[in-house]
């Protein structure tokens, strides 16, 4: 306990933060389509300083993988969400900042597309596979408030994962933003496929000094690592270390796993560049795999992967998470920047 008035000002935003995150996660997906989450972000941001720009239809010619995944609900469709913070005392020397990219995965609701999920229960938390992209968005409100001398974006990579007669299908291939072209072999690795999109377009445009991403992204990082931790993957072993500390002193903790090269010959394709499910051989190892998928498209940034499945929700009350949606990334990413 602390009678600090600073400290309980700070613990204050961020709670407010997480808890804003988690009313996102936990809003039914009958309401929270992409075009709702863009309404959202657009009245989190009312007089905050913090800018939007909203990316719809044509706009997205570009970004194959978000088309291919939200082309499945075609009304409303998908959305990318940029949201910009620029601190309010650095408006001369807004340049000489450093420049956080933070990308979420905004899969509002997850069927596994025509690739259904079985057992089908699976799908009843599905609503929760926007836990990223809420991270971020709340991440960046509570920045508002506590004003870093950091510049930070976020990229919110809006869709539903649903079947209809727009659906991709098994053996498509797309080409991402950039121009990789990748082999679909199940939809329901859909999650890689939109931060594919929103990593390069972050690379190629925004200039990051840090590209961070977080996503509710494999089932095989909740086999390994349980709710307590969520898989981080990174090349950069000081970045590493920050985040691990970050994670122990908020809260939101993580374990760092292996880039192991020689599982990329997985992701090799026949027909395109990639294959997205890293099916080829046998390695196992999911969630290692799809940050391998992910760092291809994250050029030579100092990159960091948050693989969330795990820690994004909660089936029961325990400990300091309540049961549903817990917020995570909050405390940790608002904690490291």
């Known amino acids: 306990a602390t009678q600090d008035k600073k400290t309980i000002e700070i613990a204050s935003v961020i709670a407010k933060a997480v808890c804003r995150a988690r009313d ?35 706009q997205l010619k570009e970004f194959g993988g978000l088309r291919a995944v939200g082309g499945s609900s075609p009304k409303p469709g998908p959305r990318m969400i940029q949201i910009s913070y620029t601190p309010k005392r650095a408006v001369k020397s807004v340049r000489a ?38 991270a971020v968005l709340a991440t960046l409100t509570a920045l508002v408030d506590l004003q870093p001398m950091v510049k930070v974006t976020a990229l919110m990579m809006m869709a539903e994962n649903s079947f209809s007669g727009t659906a991709q299908r098994p053996s498509d291939v797309i080409k991402h933003y950039g121009g990789t072209t990748v082999e679909l072999l199940n939809t329901d690795a859909e999650g890689r496929l939109v931060l594919a999109d929103g990593l390069a377009f972050a690379d190629s445009t925004l200039d990051p000094d840090y590209l961070i991403d977080i996503a509710t992204l494999t089932g095989a990082a909740t086999l390994g690592l349980g709710r307590q931790y969520a898989a981080m993957y990174t090349r950069d072993d000081h970045l590493a270390n920050e985040f691990v500390k970050a994670g122990e002193a908020s809260g939101d903790r993580v374990w760092r796993m292996p880039l192991v090269d020689d599982y990329k010959e997985a992701l090799e394709s026949d027909i395109a ?6 099916d080829k051989g046998d390695f196992s190892a999911g969630s290692v795999t799809a940050a391998l998928f992910l760092e291809h498209f994250a050029g030579d940034r100092r990159w960091l992967h948050l693989d969330i499945a795990g820690t994004a929700r ?24």
Do not use: C
């Open 24 to 58: 996102l996660v936990h809003t039914p997906a009958n309401i929270k389509n992409p075009a709702w989450m863009a309404k959202q972000v657009e009245e989190f941001a009312k007089g905050t300083g913090l800018k939007v720009q909203i990316l719809s239809g044509p």
């Open 97 to 134: 900042l450093p420049h956080v990219v933070l990308v979420g995965k905004g899969i509002t609701f997850d069927t596994g597309g025509i690739s259904l999920k079985r057992p089908y229960d699976t799908m009843m938390a599905m609503k929760s596979d926007m836990a990223g992209s809420a």
């Open 273 to 278: 560049d990639l294959n997205h499910t890293a």
């Open 314 to 337: 909660s089936e029961v009350d325990a400990g300091e998470n309540s049961k549903g949606g817990t917020g995570f990334g909050v405390r940790l990413l608002t904690q490291w920047i």
